[in-house]
């Protein structure tokens, strides 16, 4: 089956900085990748997703990159602000079902 | 508020125990998943239903089980409950089966064994 890795498993980024948040993944018919935020005591909410048919998608000020040769993808996050603070998330879709890494827990400095 | 409800909020028993958690789905969702949450942990995938039948399945232990109602909400049995099932249970739906369907989480519900 799949299998998602994710690193860092903390970081801490002063307020302004870009923080970026890498997962590999392991099956090569994975085609999905969504990424969840998860705030403290709150539940896991998607902010972006790309499909293996882009390599890269933008809103705002997330991004995702995708890499389908090296299998992995990366979160970018630019002119982070406290409340980008949270525990995010990346999952990986070949099938009917996503598996998602153990979580970045992402702490923004003022 | 993702309109997906889970019931109860939290969950305090013993070893050996039997409990019951519920999920109601956002209005028209047809698909609901089940999540796992541990300390420090990602979310493990237990299992997934739609419309009623079993669809996809994760790292769900033989004590726990699952099924989806007619009124398509869902319920997840936890039995012969140990220690390390304690944690946080997500449940989350979205309209259709497939992957690139958008999940809508619940709040969750924390479980702790004693």
């Known amino acids: 089956g799949e299998n998602v890795e994710q690193h860092p498993s903390t970081l801490s980024v002063q307020e302004g900085d870009s923080a970026v948040i890498k997962c590999t993944y392991s099956?090569?018919?994975?085609?999905?990748f969504p990424w969840y935020k998860q705030e403290l005591g709150k539940r896991p909410q998607l902010i972006i997703d790309i499909r293996s048919n882009v390599g890269e998608k933008k809103d705002q000020r997330i991004a995702v990159t995708l890499n389908k040769t090296a299998k992995h993808f990366s979160l970018h996050i630019t002119e982070t602000q406290p409340e980008d603070s949270a525990v995010y998330f990346c999952?990986?879709?070949?099938?009917?079902?996503?598996?998602f890494g153990t979580g970045t827990r992402l702490t923004i400095i003022p | 508020d993702s309109g997906v409800t889970q019931t109860p909020k939290h969950l305090i028993t013993a070893t050996g125990q039997r409990v019951t958690l519920r999920c109601s789905p956002r209005?028209?969702?047809?698909?609901v998943y089940w999540y796992q949450q541990s300390l420090d942990q990602g979310l493990q995938f237990l299992i997934q239903?739609?419309?009623?039948?079993?669809?996809a399945k994760g790292n769900i232990l033989e004590r726990f089980s699952a099924q989806q109602f007619p009124d398509l909400h869902s319920e997840l049995n936890l039995s012969s409950l140990e220690l390390g099932d304690s944690a946080l249970y997500f449940c989350?739906?979205?309209?259709?089966?497939?992957?690139?369907?958008?999940?809508?989480f619940g709040p969750g519900t924390r479980l702790t064994v004693l």
């Open positions: 239903y739609y419309n009623g039948e079993e669809r």
């Open positions: 989350a739906s979205s309209v259709f089966a497939g992957k690139y369907n958008e999940q809508f």
């Open positions: 099956d090569s018919a994975s085609n999905y």
């Open positions: 999952a990986g879709g070949g099938n009917e079902k996503l598996t």
């Open positions: 209005s028209g969702d047809l698909s």
